[in-house]
């Protein structure tokens, strides 16, 4: 790829990127949202963690090692839920179970 090339297609990028992140926001600019929006935008954060977490969880080679180091991220997903309901902080949440896979694999 020349440099002119990956110049057009850096621009075009940059130009989408910005499309899909400023228009919403000078169209919605002083508009009240309705309650169910605001509701299923409020859910976005929940919804990428939940798809980084599933991402870790499900991968497809997870017990081609073994059933016990497949069963890892399991096991440590039990207390981040457990602490994620009762504290709903999701900074808690995070360093709980970086503490309890890193305290698995010692085992």
């Known amino acids: 790829m020349s440099a002119n090339e990956f110049l057009v297609l850096y621009v075009c990028v940059l130009c989408t990127m910005l499309a899909c992140r400023c228009i ?21 954060p929940s919804a990428a963690f939940a798809a980084l977490v599933a991402n870790d969880l499900f991968r497809p080679g997870a017990f081609e090692t073994g059933i ?36 698995l694999l010692l085992f």
Not at 81 to 95: D, E, F, H, P, Y
């Open 68 to 103: 016990l180091e497949g069963l890892v991220p399991f096991a440590a997903a039990v207390p981040v839920l457990i602490v994620a309901r009762k504290t709903g902080s999701l900074i808690w949440s995070a360093l709980v179970g970086m503490c309890a896979y890193a305290l």
């Open 24 to 44: 919403p926001l000078f169209v919605l600019r002083g508009r009240e949202l309705s309650p169910r929006v605001k509701e299923a935008i409020g859910l976005i």
